[in-house]
């Protein structure tokens, strides 16, 4: 008769088996920045199209003047980082989705959120540039 192994049972739960695979709360703030600017961003979309429907045929002059409203201008940068960073959340999401490499992973996250950043900002200082 062979020798076999001996078996060992394991009697945990469910939970217990999950726990310490890391928490499950850590991808709610990052899913409810993603439900926060998806819900910003449709008025402030809404109220682009509208302006810019509006300024269609309107001078430099009369769009820097209109942008230099202050409303105008704080709805257009509000706009602007809303975009670029649910942009970045989006995109971070299907890096970690669909990345397996850890070295590109962090390389591709970095690089990301470092255009998402340079665009914003390049978008800011445009806005704020028509309005001083």
Not at 42 to 49: A, D, E, K, R
Not at 60 to 78: D, K, N, T
Not at 104 to 128: D, H, P, Q, Y
């Amino acid at each position: 008769m062979a020798q076999s192994s001996p078996r060992i049972r394991v009697m945990r739960s469910h939970l217990g088996r999950a726990r310490g695979l890391g928490s499950a709360k850590h991808g709610l703030t990052h899913w409810w920045a993603e439900r926060v600017t998806s819900v910003a961003l449709v008025p402030l979309t809404l109220w682009f199209i509208f302006a810019a429907l509006h300024l269609t045929g309107h001078s430099r002059a009369e769009v820097a003047q209109w942008v230099g409203h202050p409303v105008h201008a704080v709805l257009l940068l509000s706009l602007v980082f809303a975009t670029f960073h649910h942009v970045q959340l989006g995109l971070q999401v299907i890096i970690e989705d669909y990345v397996h490499t850890e070295s590109v992973k962090i390389a591709s996250l970095l690089a990301t959120k470092a255009v998402c950043f340079l665009l914003g900002l390049a978008c800011a200082v445009s806005i704020l540039k028509m309005t001083l």
